[in-house]
């Protein structure tokens, strides 16, 4: 998209929508172009022929509610920044409307401050966008992140996300100083972090406090990394067979801990890999029903993700979880607490999705 | 019972707020009884009812019966128990600013 950055504002306040063109055109320094609309579905047409940087989006709408725009805006054009401007004030719309992935949330500015913080705010997502900024790692690889932070001597927290596990990274003066990810600490953690394959992540501002853990340089740190992934890789079985070996195998793996009996992961439509149970197909039909349909429900709920599912039965007690493409179910034996089992899967997912 | 909303001349539509609350359906997915406000749509009701006992269902197919489930989304948590091929089923919205568990 190149120019100035494209805004599409909806709200059914034509008075509002006049305003707020004139403000956001006229006093950014980014000069975007912004276009208006009162509709809901026409704002999805407005979407759908041209390219947008930004929509600002309106929660009390007649016909169709903002929180359905932004349910479909999200699926549709994953790229599209999503700003919330309303004059709703409840906790849950805030909670639901940042579960469905919108980048802010802002309560109708009432004072010239306010205004000023919206309006810089707004600034600062356009101008993230106009440097090519990214999302995600599907982008620019965390590598290059790294590297970049580090080159330029700048000192930030990067907090990473692969969608279950949280990670942070933190760079002084353009060294890496400590990384955290689970239940790892320093150089682990790391590379933990870095074997991350897709997420997403933001900046945070430096944290000075923090203590040195990490002595190796940057470029040492993404050395050691990169030949650990080259070691690990040459150790890969190359056909498909193998593939199938060593995914049992790493299922065997999660099988030994404590209180897991039998554990099911389903890759794309019709892979299954299982460990400990003797009819896997009628189990991978549930996990993949249950899973479908409830993050159907979530869209019609509007309640973002599905994050998991727990379950607990008179023989058995079983989690599933969800994660891209590829779906996890692990079966649990029924003397397991609810606490255990909340703590295993979650120890377990950090490695399943690593 | 609604009788006033007969004269309401308003069009907007309402956000819908997730209520806290619970409900029970029977083996048909019939609401049986419900604590939920009249604000929260009767089609959510039976279609959270709906999906829950078809995985109740797929459970005991897939030689694992259950007897609970609990749904873990972004922004809400329900929790369903079997009753007798129905199911009661509670509803508890989450927000950002949860007190903290100690």
Same mark, same amino acid.
């Given at each position: 998209m190149a120019g100035s950055p494209r805004i599409l504002l909806l709200d059914d306040d034509a008075a509002f929508l006049e305003l707020y063109k004139e403000m956001l055109g006229k006093h950014l320094t980014s000069m975007p172009e912004v276009k208006t609309t009162t509709s809901a579905p026409r704002a999805l047409s407005m979407l759908e022929a041209e390219p947008y940087n930004l929509l600002i989006v309106d929660l009390?709408?007649?016909?169709?509610d903002g929180l359905q725009i932004l349910t479909i805006a999200r699926r549709k054009y994953p790229h599209l920044r999503l700003v919330v401007l309303t004059g709703v004030r409840d906790e849950q719309f805030r909670t639901r409307a940042y579960a469905m992935g919108v980048d802010q949330f802002w309560?109708?500015?009432?004072?010239d401050q306010e205004i000023g913080l919206f309006m810089e705010s707004i600034e600062s997502l356009l101008s993230r966008e106009a440097q090519?900024?990214?999302? !995600?790692?599907?982008?620019?690889?965390l590598v290059d992140i790294i590297q970049l932070e580090c080159l330029s001597q700048n000192s930030c927290v990067l907090k990473i996300s692969n969608g279950l596990i949280d990670g942070k990274i933190w760079i002084q003066t353009g060294e890496v100083i400590d990384a955290e990810a689970a239940d790892l600490m320093a150089e682990p953690a790391f590379q933990r972090i870095l074997g991350w394959k897709t997420g997403s992540f933001e900046i945070l501002p430096p944290d000075p406090e923090r203590p040195r853990t990490i002595t190796t340089s940057y470029q040492g740190l993404l050395l050691n990394t990169a030949q650990a992934f080259d070691e690990a890789a040459s150790q890969l079985p190359a056909s498909a067979e193998a593939e199938q070996g060593k995914a049992t195998f790493a299922l065997a793996e999660i099988a030994q801990?404590?209180?897991?009996?039998c554990v099911l992961s389903l890759r794309g439509k019709n892979a299954k890999d299982y460990y !400990? @149970?003797?009819?896997a197909a009628p189990v991978a039909e549930w996990l993949r029903d249950t899973l479908n349909n409830f993050q159907i429900l979530a869209d019609r709920l509007q309640v !973002?993700? @599905?994050q998991q599912v727990i379950g607990a039965g008179p023989r058995r007690k079983v989690a599933l979880a969800a994660f891209g493409d590829a779906k996890l179910c692990i079966g649990f034996g029924p003397a397991v607490t609810a606490e255990q089992l909340k703590e295993t899967f979650k120890n377990i997912l950090t490695k399943w999705v690593s | 019972m609604g009788l006033l909303s007969l004269f309401s001349r308003t069009t907007r539509k309402a956000l819908v707020h997730l209520p806290a609350g619970s409900f029970t359906v029977d083996r048909e997915g019939k609401?049986?009884?419900?604590?939920?406000?009249?604000?929260?749509p009767e089609d959510y009701i039976r279609d959270i009812g709906r999906q829950v006992l078809e995985c109740f269902r797929g459970a005991e197919k897939a030689h694992m019966p259950m007897a609970e489930i609990i749904l873990h989304f972004s922004a809400l948590k329900v929790l369903a128990r079997e009753l007798r091929g129905g199911a009661i089923v509670f509803l508890m919205p989450q927000t950002l600013n949860q007190p903290l568990k100690r």
């Open positions: 009390n709408m007649p016909k169709m309560i109708k500015p009432e004072s090519g900024g990214f999302r !995600g790692v599907q982008s620019k690889s801990w404590p209180g897991v009996e !400990g @149970l003797e009819d !973002g993700q @599905l | 609401i049986m009884t419900s604590t939920l406000p009249q604000s929260f």
